[in-house]
């Protein structure tokens, strides 16, 4: 028995060509889809990077929303550690998410995640970026592989949408905000709205 979790042979898997065919197929049907990921903190390596198998998908489907080599970070707005936030700054374009009190008062959870950015070409036409960070938070390349995308301080987004050509939806999340960690019975946090 390996007494030290460096002496387990950990299992790598990605999406196969035949995945994410079956999930392009689906979207193109009008199927929407969420994809989350996580930051690049001891993520694995060449293909099978979150960011690389998620912008696998999302550049199979046609989104212009990619999820960020990176971490996001902010060492003066955090819950005690630099990767453990709360925002509040809703910028949807297209719905008043603050509108009542669904989100009102209401922080989105996001822990140990990173940045969602635009492709390339940068085409925002259909695209809603959902949540932004504060003026504070940052991103920095975690595993140090330098293949993350620059984003200024406090021009961080962490949530963001799109409605695709066929009619499906994407959701382009920097973090699971719709885990058990994420999302609390007392639903003091915004991540079910």
Known sequence: QPTDYADYDLVKSKLSDEEVE??????????????????????????????TQANN????????????????????NNEGQEYRLMFDTYTSSKFDLTSGSEVEDHYYSFYSGCSVILDDEGNDENVDFLVKGHSTTETKDADYESDSVAVEKGEVYVLGAEELEDGGKVIVAGTTFFSDFEVSGDNINSNIQ
């Open 22 to 51: 079956a999930v392009k197929e689906f979207v193109n049907g009008g199927g929407s889809l969420i994809i989350t990921s996580r930051a690049d903190y001891k993520d694995g390596e060449d293909d099978y990077q979150n960011a």
């Open 57 to 76: 998908v999302l550049e199979s489907i046609g989104s212009n929303l990619r999820i960020n080599d990176d971490e996001v970070i902010d060492s003066e």
